[in-house]
């Protein structure tokens, strides 16, 4: 069973940046679209990136809120996910998840049928 770990979160002020990670055991990071998510208190979760499977061509999905902010990429020899996050806004803070669902691609990426979720982060951003 896959398990996945992010990391990197922590508190930052109004255009600060970080680099969060997700980390995986039994799984193959390069192998499955992959896609990181986020959960504000009182809030639903939401999509904030995805990047479909190598053998798809690593192509990229934002969610419009965090577009021209954010980039995900991944390392194939550490199988680490990653997304940065720069110009951190208040509106960002939530907690951070990475997850799959065995697909190659991103199609309907916000959809909520991922099943496989890992740990999650907390980011929080200040004005």
């Known amino acids: 069973e896959v398990q996945l770990q992010a990391s990197g979160g922590g508190s930052v002020q109004h255009g600060g940046s970080l680099r969060l990670s997700c980390t995986a055991s039994?799984?193959?990071?390069?192998?499955?679209?992959v896609g990181w998510f986020r959960q504000a208190p009182g809030k639903e979760r939401e999509g904030v990136s995805c990047?479909?499977?190598?053998?798809?061509?690593?192509?990229?999905y934002y969610a419009n809120a965090v577009k021209g902010r954010f980039a995900i990429f991944r390392d194939k020899a550490e199988n680490m996910l990653f997304l940065q996050m720069n110009s951190l806004k208040p509106e960002d803070t939530a907690v951070y998840f990475c997850?799959?669902?065995?697909?190659?691609?991103?199609?309907?990426?916000?959809?909520?049928?991922?099943?496989?979720w890992g740990q999650g982060t907390q980011v929080t951003v200040s004005s």
């Open positions: 990047i479909d499977s190598a053998s798809s061509g690593d192509v990229t």
């Open positions: 997850a799959t669902d065995y697909q190659y691609d991103c199609n309907n990426w916000q959809s909520d049928y991922w099943s496989q």
């Open positions: 039994m799984f193959d990071m390069d192998y499955y679209a």
